[in-house]
């Protein structure tokens, strides 16, 4: 009898990235579809590194976050509607803000496990063209008069609708366990790890300053394709400082002691779509691009917010990367001191903070701020649910590859539900 042999595990090389420049909702994107801006997307990726030819990719994977009916099939449909080849098998993929990363990650698994050469995986999302559900009342109410046999069964189903019955619902950022949005369950972490205002207003300022000095010494050029006249991130603000986020009120944590979350320090709801290129070292090389750097490892981890939200801050909603970066670690034998840059995802800079506490807590040693989002995070570029994970896989590979060989980079994403996804690029 034969035994199939394990499959060698190969490197996955990161080749570059392409994304929109991300808006405000109810911006400049406010008509702009998932697909709309996944397409443009894509389509900059595949004019830059010219993947037009039949079969140069071997799949697409992308995701949203909010999605319509309409985008059953987002992913594949982007293709379609795209200058890749029509014949890309292509699939969606969703974790919440962990998304893009998620969706490089799988990507990654099948190049790693050669069952294909090259890959593009990312998201997209828009707070602006969020999807308006039935009210549930009506929608039984019509789902009874769909099944109903006669025309009395149908008009008594029918006489069941109520004027309130026609008010839609609403998406909210709210977690359907708690109740409580994004932005009051990390206000919670934040009272537990007492991170102040202070150090959240400096965050928040130093990402707007890095994003903004990346920008201008022409960081983005290769990674940012201009989209309904934008050709920089909407949201940033070269001129932030702590002086001036220090006048913003608190918006949450109000029912609490001591608001310190703001407008300013938390992530504002935004529009956008990033992609990631992934490939073998043979398909780089035989086309003469060379890896930005490598995926070596990943980790997903989740926490029980619901049950333990106050527990020492440490299974707070956006929490779960303080348990998912140190099982990576000790699993690919690195710590904390061995990584040249760190990004971790701003979805709120209290969040931030809580986190590169508890790694410090679970004996990691500290993050050296000169490494921490030097690009500039969240904060400053907004944060399109779905795309981010893509947006800091490409910007911490050219980042990289800018400080040439050996470098690694850590990357640490928060995602809704309790979950965290996190990995670590290499370059040698």
């Not at 994003?211 to 960081?219: H, I, M, Q, T, V």
């Not at 995926?295 to 929490?319: I, K, P, Q, S, W």
């Amino acid at each position: 009898m034969s035994t199939l042999k394990p499959a060698a595990v190969r490197r996955v090389a990161v080749i570059g990235g392409s994304r929109v420049p991300f808006a405000r909702s109810d911006g400049p994107y406010a008509t702009a579809s998932n697909q709309e801006m996944l397409t443009a997307a894509l389509d900059g990726l595949v004019e830059r590194y010219g993947l037009q030819a039949p079969g140069t990719i071997g799949e697409f994977v992308a995701g949203a976050v909010l999605k319509h009916s309409r985008d059953f099939n987002l992913a594949r449909e982007t293709v379609l509607g795209s200058a890749l080849d029509a014949r890309t098998p292509a699939y969606d993929i969703q974790q919440a803000c962990g998304t893009g990363l998620q969706a490089v990650i799988a990507a990654a698994n099948r190049i790693a496990l050669g069952q294909t050469e090259a890959a593009i995986a990312g998201g997209a999302d828009t707070a602006s063209d969020a999807p308006l559900g039935v009210n549930d009342d009506l929608r039984k109410a019509l789902l009874e008069a769909r099944r109903a046999k006669t025309l009395g069964g149908r008009l008594k189903a029918l006489a069941k609708v109520r004027p309130g019955h026609l008010v839609p619902d609403i998406p909210r950022n709210a977690e359907p366990r708690t109740g409580l949005s994004m932005g009051e369950h990390a206000a919670v972490t934040a009272r537990a790890w007492g991170i102040t205002r202070e150090a959240q207003d400096e965050l928040a300022a130093a990402s707007h300053r890095r994003l903004a000095a990346a920008y201008e010494r022409g960081f983005f050029q290769d990674l940012v394709v201009p989209f309904r006249g934008l050709a920089r991130d909407q949201n940033l603000r070269p001129g932030s400082t702590v002086g001036k986020l220090a006048a913003l009120k608190p918006v949450f944590g109000l029912d609490g002691p001591g608001p310190t979350m703001t407008a300013g320090n938390s992530t504002p709801l935004t529009d956008g779509a990033a992609l990631v290129l992934l490939a073998s070292e043979e398909w780089a090389a035989e086309r003469g691009l060379e890896p930005l750097a490598y995926l070596t490892a990943y980790e997903t981890a989740a926490v029980d917010f619901v049950h333990g939200d106050v527990a020492d801050g440490e299974d707070g909603l956006l929490m779960a990367p303080a348990h998912a970066v140190p099982r990576m670690l000790e699993r690919a034998g690195l710590g904390m001191a061995d990584f040249d840059l760190v990004e971790v995802h701003e979805a709120f800079a209290s969040q931030v903070l809580a986190t590169l506490a508890a790694w410090e807590k679970r004996g990691l040693a500290p993050v050296d701020r000169s490494r921490l989002n030097v690009a500039g995070s969240s904060l400053a570029t907004g944060h399109p649910f779905a795309a981010t994970g893509a947006r800091i896989v490409a910007t911490l590979a050219k980042l990289l590859a800018e400080r040439g060989a050996p470098a690694r980079g850590l990357i640490s994403i928060c995602a809704a539900g309790g979950q965290g996804v996190t990995a670590i690029l290499e370059r040698t």
